[in-house]
């Protein structure tokens, strides 16, 4: 459930800066002020339009409260560098803006997992099933990416360079072993797809 959750926290930080930017930015599709799309998630979990909404919804909520927090702590690391600065700073002032600054971490940690119970709870019990198995997926990642770094895997038909880059470190199918380049400088064919 732990995975699940910080995969989960993963997921909605990347959504939630996606929705968190502002007009003139460059959005998920690379053009500007592009809206975020969903449509791969929404097929592979069958969630409605309203399920969507309610997860940006969400999603804005919580991204308010993460931009809350994190104010106050750059304010409190401000104050520390001030603080270590002084010719003699003050120990105890230290620990205390040390301790603050530690509570905020704690506050985030468990600003995620509220607000991924509360994420997950909108889904069905087909949907979170659904997504467990999405995350039992992605904990292979490492796997898949050394096992293509091997030649274990080869690239599925059609693919132009983009796939195993999500696996792993690795310039991705066309590249030997990994590694950037022609190929023939890492001892390899110059493969190029």
């Known amino acids: ?4 959750a910080t995969t989960f926290l993963a997921l909605s930080l990347f ?8 007009p003139g930015r460059m959005g998920m599709r690379g053009s500007p002020d592009a809206t975020p799309s969903f449509d791969a998630l929404k097929s592979a979990l069958n969630l409605t ?8 919804a969400l999603n ?5 409260a993460v931009q809350k927090i994190a104010e106050g ?8 560098r001030e603080k270590l600065s002084a010719s003699s700073p003050n120990p105890t002032e230290l620990g205390n803006i040390l301790l603050s600054i530690h509570r905020g971490r704690t506050q ?3 600003l995620g997992q509220d607000y991924n119970k509360r994420a997950v709870s909108l889904l069905t019990s087909d949907q979170a099933a659904k997504l467990k198995q999405m995350q ?13 770094r091997l030649n274990l895997i080869t690239p599925p038909e059609g693919d132009r360079g983009q796939g195993p880059a999500a696996f792993g470190r690795g310039g991705g199918f066309g590249t030997p072993m990994g590694r950037r380049g022609t190929g023939s ?6 493969v190029r797809f």
Do not use: N
Request: glycine share 10%.
């Open 136 to 148: 039992e997926a992605v904990q292979s990642r490492r796997a898949i990416g050394e096992a293509h």
């Open 108 to 110: 985030l940690q468990q």
């Open 73 to 80: 702590m750059r304010t409190q690391h401000e104050q520390l």
């Open 49 to 56: 339009d309203q399920q969507i909404a309610s997860l940006q």
């Open 185 to 190: 400088e890492a001892g390899g064919p110059a």
């Open 60 to 64: 804005q909520e919580r991204a308010t």
């Open 15 to 22: 959504a939630g800066a996606a929705l968190a930017q502002g």
């Open 1 to 4: 459930m732990k995975k699940m």
